[in-house]
């Protein structure tokens, strides 16, 4: 079956940086468009970023532009999302997801066919 697998998550002063790494299994990974998105405490699971299949296409939240950048490995089926600047705002779970619409990068949630189970991303001010 599908599985995808974040990584990379912890606990950070704000200002400095993470990676966030997720590995999925059971699909063929260049065939699906990748997306990051986040939930924070009380709050709508949010889109973060979102890169097409060959990694050519990218779409950012607002909030993240010129500070967080996404890429793929598709030898390597992981999808990365580099978080620098990290501000306590940026605190949540992180989630990956992937997209059958292979050439889009959606941004709502309801267009993702698969997910993974999240990871926790603290930042300190």
């Known amino acids: 079956q599908v599985q995808l697998v974040e990584s990379g998550g912890g606990l950070v002063q704000a200002g400095n940086s993470l990676r966030l790494s997720c590995t999925a299994s059971?699909?063929?990974?260049?065939?699906?468009?990748m997306g990051w998105f986040r939930q924070a405490p009380g709050k709508e699971r949010e889109f973060v970023a979102a890169?097409?299949?060959?990694?050519?296409?990218?779409n950012f939240a607002d909030s993240v532009k010129g500070r967080f950048t996404i890429s793929r490995d598709n030898a390597e089926n992981t999808v990365y999302l580099q978080m620098n600047s990290l501000n306590p705002e940026d605190t949540a779970v992180y989630y990956c997801?992937?997209?059958?619409?292979?050439?889009?990068?959606?941004?709502?949630?309801?267009?993702?066919?698969?997910w993974g189970q999240g990871t926790q991303v603290t930042v300190s001010s």
């Open positions: 997801a992937a997209s059958m619409a292979v050439y889009t990068t959606f941004t709502t949630p309801k267009r993702y066919n698969y």
């Open positions: 059971g699909l063929t990974f260049s065939s699906y468009s």
């Open positions: 890169i097409t299949g060959r990694g050519n296409v990218y």
